[in-house]
Each structure stands twice: as structure tokens, then as C-alpha cells.
């Protein structure tokens, strides 16, 4: 697993989900946080390209094949940041998207063995090669270890490589230490956590 501190997951400080299942969580880490100075990387073109480009970079290392070229404009950010919304919903369970989402990709044979790469370009691309990722990892087992942190003022994307898949904050120390001692005072209190 690569471990980019340039990427939106890295400057959490957290590895990247396996294989190409990185891209997903890339793409949720690149929201901002109300609570702390962590900037939206999708509000931006500027940050949104350098985002794409290092995400796609960590796609190829992690997945061996070469990234496809993906440029974004500022047309695509609305797009994206919707994609970003479907991808949390999936996660958290917390919406049904009955929307079937079609995708452009080309799948070849070479160097013996399958390669796919999404057609187009901008967040037309970019939702092809999320969704193909997705549908993979939900295949191989690996989507349901992908998790946003359940502290609601993070919602960080980390990959739980826990035993038992029973992970729930991104950091134990900052998040769920914190989480854990409101809901200890809640108690003390006499009434429900929040
Ligand atoms: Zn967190």
C-alpha cells in the first residue's frame, strides 16, 4: 500500500485502501472539514487537477497499469462533488441510490492478463473508473473495509484492517477518544449519547 502524504488521503496521515479501491477513498478525503483548516480539494480547479493526478498516480502503483490522463475543469466540480455524495451514501448505508449509474470504460488483454481504463474524460471519467472500483472491491470483499470515520465532525475515509472489521473512528487517540468521553459524560448525565 502506498503511503502519499501529497494525496488527499496522505495528508491524514492514513495508508491507502488496496488496489484500485484507493481511488474511492482519495475521492472522500478530498472534503473539508468545518472543524479544523482542512480545505475542500473539489472546490477548487487548481486543487481539484493536482488531486487527480496524484490519486490516478497511486491508482496505477497500486493496481500496475498506467493511469489513464483525466483532466478536469471547474465545469466538473459540481459532478464530482455529487460523486463524492453517492460514494458516502453507499458507505454509510444512510441512502438508497437506485440510480443506475452507466459507465464508459475499455477493458483490453495485454501483457497476458486484463486491463480496463474509463473512456471520456472529466467526471464523466472519473464516475466511470469510481464505479468500476467499486464494483470490484464489492466483489473481492474489499468495499465493506472501506469506512468514513464515525466521529460526524471528521468523516474521514480510512480502510479498517481490523480482525473483525468492528473499526469505527479514523484515529482512536483523536476521534475516539473524544467520541468516547462525551458519550461517558452523556452518561454520567443520566441521559442517551447524542
Ligand atoms: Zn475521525
Redesign the pocket.
Known amino acids: 500500500m502506498s503511503d502519499d502524504t501529497s494525496g488527499s488521503t496522505g495528508r491524514f496521515g492514513l495508508p491507502q485502501a488496496p488496489g484500485g479501491l484507493c481511488l474511492l477513498q482519495d475521492l472522500l478525503n478530498t472534503a473539508g472539514m468545518a472543524v479544523a483548516p482542512v480545505p475542500d480539494l473539489l472546490d477548487d480547479e487548481t486543487t481539484a487537477r493536482s488531486w487527480i493526478d496524484a490519486s490516478l498516480r497511486t491508482w496505477g502503483e497500486q493496481t500496475g497499469q498506467t493511469p489513464p490522463r483525466i483532466a478536469v475543469s471547474s465545469r466538473d466540480l459540481p459532478a464530482l462533488r455529487a460523486l463524492r455524495g453517492h460514494v458516502r451514501d453507499w458507505l454509510t448505508g444512510e441512502a438508497e441510490d437506485r440510480t443506475p449509474h452507466p459507465l464508459t470504460a475499455g477493458i483490453s488483454f495485454r501483457h497476458g492478463r486484463l486491463a480496463y481504463e474509463p473512456q471520456g474524460n472529466g467526471a464523466v471519467a472519473v464516475a466511470s473508473l469510481v464505479h468500476l472500483e467499486a464494483l470490484l472491491a464489492s466483489h473481492t470483499g474489499t468495499f465493506t473495509r472501506l469506512k468514513t470515520?464515525m466521529?460526524p465532525a471528521?468523516?474521514?475515509a480510512f480502510y479498517d484492517m481490523s480482525r473483525n472489521s468492528t473499526r469505527v473512528?479514523?484515529?482512536m487517540k483523536?476521534?475516539g477518544n473524544v467520541m468516547n468521553l462525551r458519550a461517558s459524560r452523556a452518561r454520567r448525565r443520566g441521559t442517551a449519547a447524542p
Do not use: K
Request: with cysteine; aromatic share 10%.
Open positions: 470515520c466521529n471528521c468523516g474521514v473512528w479514523h484515529d483523536t476521534c
